[in-house]
């Protein structure tokens, strides 16, 4: 089974700055995806950025952007001009054809 | 992107009844419809899978016959939890994934029913 471990449980970063998540993974797998989601208290679960195995080019989405290392089963989110609204916990996810599976989550606060 | 719902998003029940949960996808079909559970302060632990029109693929350690899952269509699942107890107490989300359309291959997540059992 897939496991996804993400070894950062409370993040803080101040407003503006730059903060970088870290997610590793383990599979035996070629094609999957990986993602990162963002649970504000609410707890609806909101997609932040979403990476194709097969495509090397890291995706980016507006101030977000990771560094995938697929030997490494590396899975970086990285937050660039941080503001107060990213305040929540983020998940790692890995899903291949049949399941999704999640990491811990780290708890991200953005300090003003 | 596409909607799922969830009802209720909140229930309260006593010991030793059953709750259901809908899940419904309401714009596309869904092909696989996930559930998972979160207690406070953790993750999302998944609880089964289950494909329109076969029988659900439970996680080792979830008792398939006390969390009783159906996915009769293409936009809905259900959760029923039988003879609940109060350590069922939590956050169930479900999930819906299509392999149709111009969603295809995306996941969606409903908002969430949290369950209270007294």
């Known amino acids: 089974a897939q496991t996804v471990t993400q070894s950062q449980p409370e993040m803080s970063v101040q407003e503006a700055e730059t903060v970088t998540l870290s997610c590793t993974y383990d599979t035996s797998e070629s094609n999957y995806y990986l993602f990162w989601y963002k649970q504000p208290p609410s707890r609806q679960m909101i997609l932040v950025i979403r990476q194709e195995a097969y495509k090397q080019q890291n995706a980016t989405e507006n101030r977000f952007s990771v560094n995938f290392q697929k030997a490494a089963k590396s899975f970086s989110l990285k937050i660039s001009d941080s503001q107060l609204g990213d305040t929540a916990m983020y998940f790692c996810a890995f899903m291949n054809w049949n399941d999704m599976r999640f990491g811990a989550g780290t708890r991200l606060t953005v300090k003003p | 992107g596409a909607v799922v719902s969830q009802h209720p998003s909140r229930v309260i029940c006593k010991s030793g009844t059953s709750v259901k949960i809908e899940c419904r996808s309401l714009d596309f079909q869904a092909t696989t419809m996930f559930w998972y559970r979160q207690f406070p302060k953790q993750s999302l632990m998944l609880m089964a899978t289950s494909n329109e029109g076969s029988k659900a693929t439970y996680e080792q350690g979830v008792e398939k016959d006390k969390f009783l899952i159906n996915h009769a269509s293409l936009t809905l699942s259900t959760l029923t939890v039988t003879s609940a107890h109060p350590e069922d107490s939590s956050f169930y989300i479900c999930?819906?994934?299509?392999?149709?359309?111009?969603?295809?291959?995306?996941?969606?997540f409903g908002p969430g029913t949290r369950l209270t059992v007294l």
């Open positions: 999930s819906a994934r299509t392999f149709y359309g111009r969603n295809y291959n995306e996941q969606f």
